[in-house]
């Protein structure tokens, strides 16, 4: 299986619903509180949006599990919104009508089973917002196993200058990079033990979303001593698939001790990582669960590496 027709639905579904997102954001959109009190904006909902509909034309079997609903949208008080999110759809898909929009956006309320994507139409909302890094992430799963993933990053600085990456990865067949703005495929590789410039760490801008004292603790014991980088999304994913991180740490918040990750927050980043050459697991070592449901219950914090220091940031972990 070459994954080849996922391979090229999922770039082009990302990539336009890249641009929509950066259309909105030079908008400069306002924030929704979602129940959970997290923010959404109309181009979560857009971003959703187009690419639930590419999903549903090219494999109409397919589930998808994605962030965002429809139920709030279709509120009356909610119709403004709605035809806000229209409005950036239609530069894409002129014909769309609202009750398309809010169609597509539940195409995305699937369940995960024996094959199913995953979608995260803006990862790091808050970031998106603060007009920092964020992704757009979608993931094909298998048998509870990763086979293609696709990272947008649209706010990626690029060597030479240029902003915008596409990470992208099928199963055995390696991971790659392309300027959002397109150009050649670069193959992706961590960095190697003796790149001491690059030996650095990754966690999340957003405190609340980790345990940053521990974390930096962690990175010490297994000999990083340069201060975090901070990054928004599963951008950090593709810093270390490029080779500019060693190691990405997300360690569970004391203040919510019982968070449980979402698929869609990993699955496009950790297959990105391992064919790039690195390591993805939970904090104790094991796999991530892709194929339970949409959080990630046997699993607690994520350890992201270039591979070589792996093993030794597990066992650190289990002394602290
Ligand atoms: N207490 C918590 N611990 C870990 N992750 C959390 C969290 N609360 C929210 N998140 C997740 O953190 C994601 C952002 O990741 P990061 O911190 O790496 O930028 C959010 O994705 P969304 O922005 O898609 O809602 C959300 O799913
Ligand atoms: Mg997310």
Known sequence: MTYAKEKEVAIAAATAAAKLCEQVRADIPQAIEKKDKSPVTVADFGAQAIICQALAAAFPDDPVVGEEDAKELRKPEMAETLTKVTHYVQALSPDATPEDVTRWID???????????????????????????????????????????????????????????????????????????????????????????????????????????????????????????????????????????????????????????????????AIVVEEAGGRVSDMYGQPLNFAEGSKMMNNRGIVVSNGTIHDQVIAALAEN
């Open 107 to 269: 195409h995305g309320n699937g369940q995960v089973s024996s094959r199913y994507w995953t979608l995260d139409p803006i990862d790091g909302t808050k970031g998106f917002l603060r007009q920092d890094q964020y992704a757009v992430a979608l993931a094909l799963v298998e048998n509870g196993e990763v086979k293609v993933g696709v990272l947008a990053c649209p706010a990626m600085p690029l060597d030479g200058g240029q902003t915008g990456a596409l990470y992208v990865a099928v199963r055995g067949e390696g991971a790659t990079m392309v300027p959002l703005s397109g150009g050649e495929p670069q193959r992706l590789q961590v960095v190697m033990a003796d790149d001491v410039a690059n030996f650095r760490f990754v966690e999340s801008v957003e405190a609340a979303h980790g345990d940053q004292s521990k974390q930096n603790a962690i990175a010490q014991a297994v000999g990083i001593t340069t201060e975090s980088f901070r990054v928004d999304s599963q951008a950090k994913y593709g810093i270390v698939a490029s080779g500019k991180a060693a190691l990405y740490l997300r360690l569970p918040s004391p203040k919510y001790p019982d968070y449980r990750e979402n698929i869609w927050d990993h699955a496009a980043g």
